[in-house]
């Protein structure tokens, strides 16, 4: 018997069913297209702050080397006044060269003791001088002291030299490694916490580089960009959404608002040099013109943010204030600027972390120099964190690696923090219509 002819209806039904089976195979793919792509996002994360950790954790450990110092008068205070200025004047060098000798007593000949010499870091007679300064009594005394070692037998410690390389290429002797594995087996030399990283600023030697100096550039370019940026955007966004007329002239001033947000930082870089510099005669490398750069990127943001929080607020906020008999400004400034101001701080806070992040506008106004001292005001020579990173990740020197790494880990820190304070502000003040 011969397989009767699908009516109409079955045809319809058949041709349905093929189709939503092909739909559900699409969604299904599409479903899984956006997986892959959040995995993907995340994976690449994940490498990152791994590589990031991995190389820069280190950092915030340092090899220091155990001697017994020999604080000699003869060699720190000849005349004996125990003076200051005196004291000053001592050869701190030679206390720590006997300090070396002392330690490894089979060493001899000019070479060899050079080699042995290397291994203690240049600032060991700075440190010693700045014991003996703030204590005097310490001459003619001995003490066992930790003292900062020298950056390559800090990468060899480590692990980041191999032994397995050749002599000319690690940038340490076979003598030397030898010192450092007797160092090792008498316990003289040992990992310790990296104090020296956090309040140290710039140097030219990668044992005595610290991020102090970048950090405190960071906070006051920061400070002078907030105090500017948040009022004047904040009183920007409340002009264009409550008071001002829409005409063309405001159409043509939001347009090029949101034009701002988009353009690349190292314009507002341009900018900075030619107005503040060039034109106002300010210093270079301070962070002063740095927030006033920063201020200029920023506040595109801050405006498109605040805007959005006072559109935010109901209509009715307004209408009943009004009604009750208050006057337009008494209705935004005691009702909608306190409800829309969660908006406009978390607006605040992201472009704060975005000026955080920022190196391209700050390498045109000077804020690449190297700086060793810590600012102490708005108009000390510094530079920022972004900045330190991209000096140090340009130094030939393997230990900077580390060090470039440890900043990163630092900026990190600072910008989870400060995105972290932004989620919690938003979820604790906003209120939802």
Excluded: C
């Excluded at 700045?130 to 204590?135: F, L, M, Q, T, W």
């Amino acid at each position: 018997m011969s397989e009767s002819t699908p009516t109409p209806g079955e045809t319809t039904q058949r041709r349905v069913a093929h189709s939503l089976k092909a739909r559900y195979r699409a969604e299904w793919r599409f479903r899984m297209y956006g997986r892959l792509a959040v995995f993907l996002g995340l994976a690449f994360v994940a490498m990152l702050f791994v590589s990031i950790f991995s190389k820069g954790y280190t950092a915030f450990e340092q090899t220091y080397l155990r001697l017994e110092v020999t604080y000699d008068a003869e060699a720190i205070d000849p005349a004996g006044t125990r003076k200051p200025e005196d004291l000053a004047q001592g050869d701190y060098a030679a206390v720590v060269k006997a300090a070396l000798r002392a330690a490894e007593p089979g060493v001899e000949g000019r070479p060899a003791l050079k080699q042995l010499y290397a291994l203690v870091s240049n600032s060991a007679a700075q440190d010693l001088q700045n014991r003996v300064a703030s204590d005097p009594r310490l001459i003619g005394t001995s003490e066992t002291v930790w003292v900062l070692a020298g950056d390559h037998v800090d990468q060899v410690v480590k692990g980041y030299i191999a032994r397995s390389e050749p002599e000319e290429s690690r940038g340490i002797s076979d003598a030397q490694i030898g010192y450092i594995d007797h160092l090792l087996a008498k316990g003289a030399l040992k990992l310790r916490f990296n104090r020296r990283f956090f309040t140290a600023g710039d140097s030219r030697e990668p044992e005595q580089a610290g991020v102090a100096g970048a950090v405190a550039g960071s906070f006051f370019t920061l400070m002078v960009t907030l105090l500017l940026s948040f009022p004047i955007g904040v009183a920007a966004a409340v002009y264009l959404e409550e008071f001002a007329p829409k005409n063309r002239f405001t159409d043509l001033i939001e347009v090029n608002i949101n034009n701002l947000a988009a353009v690349p930082s190292i314009v507002f870089g341009l900018l900075g040099l030619a107005v503040f510099i060039q034109f106002f005669g300010l210093p270079r490398s301070v962070p002063l013109v740095g927030g006033l750069v920063l201020t200029l990127m920023t506040l595109p943001t801050i405006i498109i943010a605040s805007r959005a929080a006072l559109k935010a607020v109901p209509p009715s906020i307004r209408e009943a204030a009004l009604g009750m008999g208050a006057s337009r400004v008494q209705a935004i400034t005691h009702h909608v600027l306190p409800l829309a101001m969660p908006g406009m701080m978390t607006g605040g806070i992201l472009g704060m972390a975005r000026a955080l992040g920022e190196s391209a506008p700050l390498l045109l106004i000077g804020m690449v120099a190297f700086i060793v001292d810590v600012p102490r005001r708005l108009t000390d020579p510094s530079t920022v964190l972004p900045v330190q990173v991209y000096l140090w990740a340009r130094s030939s020197e393997r230990a900077f690696v580390e060090r470039t790494s440890g900043a990163l880990i630092v900026l990190l820190v600072f910008l989870l923090v400060m995105n972290g304070v932004a989620v919690v502000l938003r979820s604790r003040f906003e209120r939802r219509w």
